[in-house]
Nanobody
Framework: VQLVESGGGLVQAGGSLTLSCTGT??????MAWYRQAPGKQRELVAS???????NYADSVKGRFTISRENTESTVNLQMNNLQPEDTAVYYC?????????????WGQGTQVAVSE
């Protein structure tokens, strides 16, 4: 399984970016975006399961929207009204489930930088 991310970049405060992540080789029970800022722990940004249930970090509620495409193998993160504190490396995560367990996969990360 490989997760390929795209869409990061540099944007001014108040701007928007959309991140995309496509997984190959599987259908995922959960897909999510995490981020890690310099000197900080990796944190959950948003997740969506195959039933469409979403979960957002409080810091991004109302600004970010997670969505999945019909194939269940692609997850997008629409980020609006970006702020400097959103600057981080954003990682895609995908989870597969099978009888008796599951497996977690990570993308390579994509940099998002927000300037004042």
């Amino acid at each position: 399984v490989q997760l390929v991310e795209s869409g990061g970049g540099l944007v001014q405060a108040g701007g928007s970016l959309t991140l995309s992540c496509t997984g190959t080789g599987n259908i995922f029970a959960v897909m999510a975006w995490y981020r890690q800022a310099p000197g900080k722990q990796r944190e959950l940004v948003a997740s969506m399961n195959s039933g469409g249930i979403t979960n957002y970090a409080d810091s991004v509620k109302g600004r970010f929207t997670i969505s999945r495409e019909n194939t269940e193998s692609t997850v997008n993160l629409q980020m609006n009204n970006l702020q400097p504190e959103d600057t981080a490396v954003y990682y895609c995560q995908a989870v597969t489930l099978y009888t008796g367990g599951g497996k977690v996969y990570w993308g390579q990360g994509t940099q998002v930088a927000v300037s004042e």
